[in-house]
């Protein structure tokens, strides 16, 4: 997925994204490309929204992609 790393953040950027019905800080975004390999037809990218306490004790965004995978749809 290095490779298509520009594909990950666009994905995020301009995919669908549907949140986890058991994790409401777990979202899946969905993008589709037609150069990807091995007839793969989608990139699709689970990321997970958190916070961390700063400094003053306001919280600071800590959010992260998990896993990013590559799959044939439709």
Do not use: C, W
């Not at 490779?3 to 950027?13: A, G, P």
């Not at 949140?19 to 800080?25: A, G, M, S, V, Y």
């Not at 490309?33 to 989608?42: E, G, K, R, S, V």
């Not at 990321?47 to 400094?55: A, M």
């Amino acid at each position: 997925m290095a490779v298509h790393e520009e594909h990950m953040k666009e994905t995020i950027r301009s995919g669908k994204r549907k949140q986890d019905t058991l994790n409401p800080q777990k979202y899946r975004y969905v993008g589709a490309f037609d150069d990807l390999p091995a007839d793969n037809t989608h990139i699709i990218v689970i990321v997970l929204f958190r916070f961390t306490e700063g400094q003053v004790g306001e919280p600071v965004p800590n959010n992260y992609i998990v896993t990013a995978y590559q799959k044939e749809i439709g």
